[in-house]
């Protein structure tokens, strides 16, 4: 690929001259190299993470109100463009306007913000730096003291443990050689699902004339929803053009399949399928290291966000055991209620799979989440509040992974993260001050605003998934039958105070940075 320029001779020909990307990879290579020795001597792998999401959330924000809306009445205040941006970059998604108010430009940036947020690209930057961190190690001959950097189950390793001794040898050169193949590998595996999405999207309304008469009504851009949707699904953001998130498609369950699979592929099987794309990776180049890295360890740091083989199927069994397990008590106890009313057997079959699907992270909504049974929602916040990494096993912590951490120093942070509360506790905080912000409105409404919705607002904004039991008038009118009140089609939080939602704007932050946490809390006895 080039660049190309031209300029005018006296002969009054033009002569094109290209020039190479080469340059430009140098100035990036540098970038990446400026950045790394910033994180490894004065920035701490948390501290450059929250950084990264603070900046691009502010950035979010601004343009979010710089560009001008769809609607020329509509004018939000920038608490909610900073709440909306925040919601994308943590891939959280809890609307508090209405998304058929933006322009096209604004659904762009949303979507952007969902994309450099996702799990998948963030794993991409954090190879991108080990690759500028052992082309640096393998130009220089002396020592430097690395900081830690953050592995896939939480562990802290030390950078010369991971396979990036700063003296050139052998376990360099394999690193660097891995790093560079996972690179490769993620990339292809980012675009080709993102190819894959927007290309069956595009399929299906094309060939479906309903359904594309559904977007030309609320006026979207065919393409712009495909691929927005695609990148949501894929980066388990939420967020779609339409205001009524997927509930206008719970009658188009090939949609609902096809983003189910997008989303499943983007997190929770995202290990699984590394390897199967590993796997073939090796079968269509016939080299070697792939074949090496599949049989490797694993747990090694160089390696991640690859996952032994055996801790990759018990995450996915996990993964899946649960899926099910929701999706039979949703079936069993809402079969015949009002949240399935209207549709048919195969119909409530495929939107109950999207809501306990998106109910891990995705956040993408195809019904009224308020009509589900108390039970299911109950499920619903347990499953929001799991990691993506959340795993059975029997089998004994990794002894490698153990003795490193036992090794970690014992300084002043150290006692710091002991003395934090554990990561619950946080919810818990959380849900008290939305309850003393919204303590009002819990009072005269007491059926939008109950203590489990608030939790369900809550976990959901700390999961970064994004469902929301929603707000509706009928609720309020039965306590207040005078009351006046309009319908809009957003999450809970967007009938918060300012205050309020400043507090899930700090949750959903905290969610999204939460694995640095993991670990804190061990001086607090919880049982």
């Known amino acids: 690929m080039a660049i190309f320029s031209s300029e005018t001779h006296a002969d009054g020909l033009i002569i094109s001259r290209t020039y190479s990307f080469a340059r430009l990879g140098r100035y990036l290579h540098t970038l990446l190299l400026f950045v790394y020795r910033l994180s490894g001597f004065y920035i701490t792998p948390f501290f450059l993470q929250l950084c990264y999401f603070i900046s691009l959330t502010f950035l979010g924000s601004l343009l979010l109100a710089l560009l001008k809306p769809s609607d020329p009445d509509f004018s939000p205040g920038y608490l909610d463009m900073l709440f909306m941006s925040t919601s994308s970059i943590t891939v959280s998604c809890l609307g508090v306007v209405e998304m058929e108010r933006f322009s096209s430009a604004q659904i762009v940036v949303l979507m952007l913000l969902m994309f450099l947020g996702g799990d998948v690209f963030v794993s991409l930057l954090v190879l991108l730096l080990r690759k500028a961190n052992t082309t640096e190690n393998s130009s220089r001959s002396v020592e430097i003291e690395a900081g830690p950097i953050p592995h896939d189950d939480d562990a802290v390793v030390d950078r010369s443990e991971a396979g990036m001794d700063i003296n050139p040898s052998a376990a360099d050169v394999e690193s660097k050689t891995y790093t560079c193949l996972l ?69 188009d369950p090939v949609v609902l399949l096809l983003m189910t699979a997008v989303a499943l592929v983007g997190n929770t099987l995202f290990p699984l399928f590394l390897r199967l794309a590993i796997w073939a990776s090796s079968k269509l180049t016939r080299r070697a290291e792939f074949g090496s890295m599949l049989k490797s360890s694993g747990n090694e740091a160089r390696l991640w966000p690859l996952l032994p083989k055996s801790q990759t199927w018990m995450l996915s069994l996990t993964a899946v055991g649960l899926l099910l397990a929701v999706l039979v008590l949703f079936c069993a106890m809402d079969w015949n209620g009002a949240v399935f009313d209207g549709l048919n057997s195969f119909q409530k079959l495929t939107s109950a799979l999207f809501i306990v699907v998106n109910s891990r992270h995705a956040g993408e909504n195809s019904i009224d989440c308020s009509l589900i049974s108390p039970a299911v929602l109950v499920f619903l916040i347990v499953m929001m509040y799991l990691p993506a990494s959340a795993s059975f096993t029997l089998a004994r912590e ?69 469902l929301s039991t929603g707000y509706s008038c009928s609720r309020l009118q039965k306590l207040d039958p005078g009351a006046s009140c309009e319908d809009k089609p957003y999450s809970l939080s967007g009938w918060f105070s300012d205050e309020g939602k400043l507090i899930l704007i700090l949750v959903m932050l905290y969610g999204r940075l939460k694995k640095f946490s993991a670990g804190c809390g061990k001086a607090w006895k919880l049982y």
């Open 183 to 251: 690179i490769y590998v993620i990339s292809g595996y980012i675009a080709t699902f993102h190819v894959l999405g927007t290309a069956s999207l595009l399929a299906y309304f094309a060939g479906v004339s309903r359904a594309r008469g559904v977007l030309k009504t609320k006026g979207i851009n065919l393409f712009l929803f495909c691929l927005c949707t695609t990148v949501s699904s894929f980066a388990n953001g939420g967020f779609v053009p339409t205001s009524e998130n997927m509930v206008v498609f719970n009658r």
């Open 398 to 466: 990794d002894d490698s992974i153990h003795e490193r951490t036992q090794r970690k120093p014992q300084g002043k942070s150290s006692w710091l993260q002991r003395l934090i509360f554990p990561q619950i506790s946080w919810i818990f905080i959380s849900v008290v001050a939305v309850c003393i912000t919204e303590r009002r409105k819990m009072s005269r409404d007491s059926l939008n605003f109950s203590t489990l919705n608030i939790i369900f607002e809550v976990t959901s904004g700390y999961g970064n998934v994004g």
